[in-house]
């Protein structure tokens, strides 16, 4: 059974830092795209981070530049999102997914995990 967990997630004052991660289990990660996507209430889901499965290129929403580092561990089955300068605008719930390739459409990824709370505020 092919199954994401996200873990991580937690209430942090802005400037602060979160790891986020994700445990994928049931199917190989070597040849799958991961990102991790978020979504804010009254908001659609929106992609922050992709790494591939081939050449582990990145990528980055503009919103997240610089802040965010996104890397996998295909030994361990996991991927992870180091987030720092952590801003009040990123608080969501962020969600891992599986798919053949990096892409903004959530439509395109084949397996999503349950999501974990992010919520940045003093």
């Known amino acids: 059974q092919v199954q994401l967990v996200e873990s991580g997630g937690g209430l942090v004052q802005p400037g602060g830092s979160l790891r986020l991660a994700c445990a994928a289990s049931?199917?190989?990660?070597?040849?799958?795209?991961m990102s991790w996507f978020r979504q804010a209430p009254g908001k659609e889901r929106e992609g922050v981070s992709c790494i591939s499965g081939s050449e582990e290129t990145t990528y980055y929403a503009d919103s997240v530049k610089g802040r965010f580092t996104i890397s996998r561990d295909n030994a361990k089955i996991a991927v992870y999102l180091q987030m720092n300068s952590l801003k009040p605008e990123d608080t969501a719930v962020y969600y891992c997914a599986a798919g053949p390739l990096c892409s903004d459409y959530p439509i395109e990824y084949n397996y999503w995990g349950q999501g974990t709370q992010v919520t940045v505020s003093s």
């Open positions: 049931g199917f190989n990660l070597d040849y799958q795209a």
